[in-house]
């Protein structure tokens, strides 16, 4: 079996597994408030993903944000790789890296609950997936801005956020500045002598499905290509801005049940398109968003998040409608796709499309054969299994024939049977069964 067979098999057998983990994991640590973790008084749930849970708190006199891991995520994603993570966060600890990062403030282990934690900035303003359809358009390419910076500064550390996604940023109130949380899966690139193999991030996804790209989500990113992780980077912050563009979440209608939401993520191409904000930043969401990475980064770089200064050059015009013939060219893939993978007929229709070719046949029989007079077919359904094709006849004395009809009844059974299905025809003139 091949690679991407095996991680299309295996992702699909997580599929059903996800929602219930999820569930599971939750109820571990959410009965904590009031109760004091580490120096951090808890007092509320902000919110919770798929290896942990954040509470408000208060720790020397200061509001902050809590993380406690469940520890079945941690015994399923392993506690090394889990500590690895803890400590690339820990390490940000008073480099300001970003003024759009969250701050990490303490972490390590919390031996009460016999988890990990992570103290963090607590963030005043709104998660961004609370605000579908509700960021005003003129704010949009700011905050676009911001998140790319956030990125490209993670990046210039040789960090990978990887789950970049609206309930990953907070909004503040007025719209006009964004923080990037929840570095929880946050990867260190490698260094280039590093074996490949030790590189890949598994065969199970980590991420978010809705927010990350094709080769992400079905397990095909190749770490050791130039620029694959920065591919990365730059779909999920489309797919971010396409959320803030739209005013609803990437893929809606092609989300449930959920294994037709992966299908989407290789096979759809979402619309971005508004009259309220700026083309080149459309142009830039649609580049984020091609299916192949490479491709990805061919028609998108850092500066493409921010205004352009001067006049449109003739390359970029290029750029345009090479842009719209990829979308193109990827629905037309998808559909030639769907048309491979869709289930031949069933036995009844098959039986169905023969009666079809059956009259037909007799139709031009009759049409073409001179000893019948003109001739006129028509069609009377008698219920949802059942209609009549009755072929009716001029009287014709030159030919002998009296005005008459015959009938063809064709009956499709809805359920199978052991009996041979047969058609009866009658006619007027003289009987045949």
Known sequence: MSVDRRAERIIREQIPRIDRSERGAVAEFDDLAGREVEGCLLSRVL?????????????????????????????????????????????LIGTNLH?????????????????????????????????????PPETIPT?????ADVARALEAEGLVHRDIKPANIVISDDFKTLKLLDLGIIHQMPAAEDETEER??????????????????????QEDADGAWRAVTFYQI????????????????????????????????????SENVQGWLIQTVQSCLLKEWRQRLQFVCWEDFFEPTGPVELHQREKRIRLRQL??????????????SAPGP???????????????????YLLNTPIFPKSRVSEEPRSQQEYVSRFTFESDESRDFPAGSFSHYMLRSTRPSTKPRSCRSVRRLGRCR
């Open 47 to 91: 919110g919770h993903g798929a290896d942990g849970i954040v509470y408000a708190a208060k720790r020397d006199g200061r509001e902050v944000a809590v993380k406690l891991f469940f520890p079945s995520a941690i015994a399923k994603n392993g506690p090394a790789e889990t500590r690895e993570r803890l400590e690339l966060q820990l390490d």
């Open 99 to 135: 003024p759009n990062l969250v701050e990490v403030y303490a972490g390590g282990e919390a031996p009460q609950l016999n988890t990990l934690y992570l103290v963090m900035e607590l963030v005043p303003g709104t998660s961004l997936d609370k605000l579908d359809g509700k960021i």
């Open 143 to 147: 905050l676009a801005g911001q998140l």
């Open 200 to 221: 890949r991030s598994g065969m199970e996804f980590v991420a978010t499905p809705r927010y990350s790209p094709p080769e992400f989500v079905w397990r095909q990113e």
């Open 238 to 273: 489309g797919a971010t801005l396409h959320d803030m563009i739209m005013g609803k979440p990437l893929f809606t209608g092609y989300d449930k049940p959920r294994v037709r939401l992966y299908d989407a993520v290789r096979d759809h191409t979402p619309e971005v398109a």
């Open 327 to 340: 979308r193109s060219e990827e629905i037309r893939l998808a559909k030639a796709r769907q048309v491979q």
């Open 346 to 364: 069933t036995r009844e229709q098959q039986l169905w499309l023969l009666n079809n070719a059956f009259i037909g046949e007799i139709r031009t």
